[in-house]
């Protein structure tokens, strides 16, 4: 049983933890470990809450947000994506599927920013029928 905050298996955190980088702190204060800084980046995409919003459970969203910029920054996330879809494709568990959609929308003349007609419309006939 998972709670709320508990998102990864251990078996998913054992193939996402040797693609991090250096676990190790470079600068003084506490560290808060990259497991759960992954669990709270997780949580707050599943929910599409805002950062500030992360439950108490989790570390304090500035070092969150600031681990998951720096990860984005440096392409550790790109690594680890390429790397678990390599992972998954030389097992043969990975299956691609391309969806392509040609839906067209197109909007009434009067949403789509045409010049406004101040008497309703353009080209209209607007005669009384009395």
Do not use: Y
Not at 36 to 57: K, M, N, Q
Not at 71 to 90: C, N, P, Y
């Amino acid at each position: 049983h998972m709670s709320r905050t508990e998102l990864l298996t251990d078996e998913m955190w054992a193939r996402i933890e040797p693609l991090l980088p250096d676990r190790m702190p470079r600068r003084g204060g506490q560290w808060i470990a990259h497991r759960a800084v992954v669990e709270a980046i997780c949580w707050r995409f599943r929910t599409g809450s805002p950062w500030r919003d992360l439950p108490a459970e989790f570390p304090a969203w500035q070092t969150v947000w600031w681990r998951f910029d720096l990860w984005s920054k440096d392409g550790t996330w790109d690594r680890i994506l390429v790397e678990l879809q390599d992972q998954d494709h030389a097992a043969a568990e990975l299956e691609w599927n391309v969806s392509v959609d040609s839906t067209v929308a197109r909007a009434h003349q009067h949403a789509a920013g045409a010049p406004k007609n101040p008497t309703g419309g353009g080209g209209e006939l607007h005669e009384s029928v009395a």
